[in-house]
């Protein structure tokens, strides 16, 4: 993926407020991962994969489920390959959230007699991508070798207009 997005892109594509994505960053549950680090001068910015994380927290937590379980399936979530992602359905019958891949583990859980909820990761994901078709991503290629990068150019402007 070749395109980042800044932290207010993330919230409305996702759904969250700013306030929950900073406590989510800070705490390490779902912080951005294409420029992660803030003390570097650069704008932080979140990769699809980490706007869909942040989806998926959201949901969860609407339904109820502690942050000690989403923790624990955003970090199962991490450990998958993103290809995989779309053909993951994550259940839950409101304490604990497993994770189906096929509709027959599905109805497997669904058998026990116990509600349960589903959240589809394929359909989450088409979601997603139409949001974020409609807001604006960041570029992420390296410029060509004398064409400057446009982030050095508005640097280069703040440092003159704080100096100057």
């Known amino acids: 993926m070749d395109v980042g997005y800044r932290g207010p ?13 900073d406590f989510w960053a ?23 994969r980490d706007v869909l ?6 949901r969860l937590l609407d339904t109820g489920i502690s942050l000690q379980q989403i923790r624990t399936a955003v970090e199962h979530l991490r450990g998958r390959d993103t ?4 053909h993951i359905t ?5 304490v604990s959230v497993y994770e189906c891949t096929s509709p027959s583990e599905v109805v497997e859980l ?23 078709g409609q807001l604006p991503g960041e570029r ?3 410029p060509l070798p004398d064409e400057p990068h446009p982030g050095d150019e508005l640097a280069r402007r703040r440092r003159e207009r704080k100096t100057g």
Do not use: H, N
Request: one cysteine or more; a positive charge; charged letters at 20%.
């Open 110 to 132: 669904m058998q026990g007699g116990q509600g349960m909820f589903g959240i589809a990761l394929g359909r989450v994901w088409r979601e997603l991508e139409g949001a974020l």
């Open 26 to 48: 800070r705490t390490r549950l779902v912080g951005p991962s294409v420029r992660p680090e803030p003390g570097t001068g650069e704008i932080p910015l979140y990769s699809f």
């Open 53 to 58: 994380l942040l989806k998926v927290v959201k």
């Open 140 to 142: 992420l290629a390296e």
């Open 9 to 21: 892109t993330a919230c409305a594509a996702a759904g969250v407020t700013y306030r929950q994505l």
């Open 83 to 86: 290809s995989d992602l779309p």
């Open 90 to 94: 994550l259940m839950s019958d409101g």
